[in-house]
C-alpha cells in the first residue's frame, strides 16, 4: 500500500513538473500578458509580432474610449450630487455612459477578432472563447489587465 501511495505522489510530481511552464508562470507572476498569449496560444515570431502591433495600434483607441467613459461618469456622478437632482440630466447621462460603453466594447471584440484571426484556427477560437466573457466584465476605468499575477482575470479598462 505504502509502495502505491509513493509511486501516485511520484506520478503526481512529475505531472505537475512536466505539465506547468515556468516560463508561463513568471509571466503570471509578472502580469505580462503578451509572454502568456505568445505561449498559451502558440504564437509563432511573425504571428506575435503582428499581434502585438495589432494591439499598440489599438492602446490609444483603447485610451480614448476610456477617457471619454470617465468624464461621463464624472458628468453623471455630478448631477446626482445637485440639489435638487434633475432625473431628466441623470438619465441622459446614464445613457451617455451606456453608448459609449457599447461602442467602446464593440470596439475591443473587433480587436479581438482581428487578434485571433492571426492565430491557428484552433488557438483563435480558444483565444476569443476566453477573451470574449471578459468583456462584459469591463469597468472602463483603464487600460485592459488580464489580471494575470492574480490569475482572476478582470479588465481595468
Known sequence: ???LVALALIAGLLGYRVGCDPVLREAARQGDAMTWLKREFHLTDQQY?????????????????CRMIQEAMK??????????VDATAVMAADQR??????????AL?????QVAA????EDGHRYLET????????NHAGAPDLGLTT???KHGH
Open 75 to 84: 458628468v453623471r456622478e455630478t448631477l446626482r450630487a445637485a440639489q435638487p
Open 131 to 138: 477573451m470574449r466573457p471578459l468583456v462584459a466584465k469591463f
Open 151 to 153: 490569475m482572476d482575470p
Open 49 to 65: 509580432a503582428a499581434i502585438e502591433k495589432l494591439h499598440r495600434e489599438y492602446t490609444g483607441s483603447c485610451d480614448e474610449h
Open 97 to 106: 455612459i451606456r453608448e459609449l460603453s457599447t461602442r467602446c466594447e464593440t
Open 118 to 121: 492571426l492565430m491557428s484556427p
Open 1 to 3: 500500500m505504502g509502495l
Open 109 to 113: 471584440l473587433r480587436h479581438l477578432e
